[in-house]
């Protein structure tokens, strides 16, 4: 989810900047587009460095048994 949340961001981002131009109040367009790029790019990277994360870490399972050992 993270890596596309960060991908629709810099889409909006990308899209105030370059293609509208409309005229809000207290705030330009184009400020508005390098907030949205640069806050998805922030997400991109860090869901990127999340997903690095989880792929190294081990899972080990412990099995516990009451009485003797299994015959095999």
Same mark, same amino acid.
């Given at each position: 989810?993270?890596?596309?949340?960060?991908?629709?961001?810099?889409?909006?981002?990308?899209?105030?900047?370059?293609?509208?131009?409309? @005229?809000?109040?207290?705030?330009? @367009? @184009?400020?508005?587009?390098?907030?949205?790029?640069?806050?998805?790019?922030?997400?991109?990277?860090?869901?990127?460095?999340?997903?690095?994360?989880?792929?190294?870490?081990?899972?080990?399972?412990?099995?516990?048994? @009451?009485?003797?050992?299994?015959?095999?």
């Amino acid at each position: 989810m993270g890596i596309g949340v960060g991908i629709v961001l810099i889409v909006i981002g990308a899209i105030l900047l370059f293609a509208l131009n409309i @005229d809000m109040p207290f705030v330009s @367009d @184009d400020t508005l587009g390098i907030i949205f790029i640069v806050a998805g790019a922030l997400a991109l990277i860090l869901a990127l460095v999340l997903q690095a994360q989880r792929s190294r870490t081990k899972h080990v399972q412990e099995n516990r048994y @009451d009485g003797p050992p299994p015959v095999v």
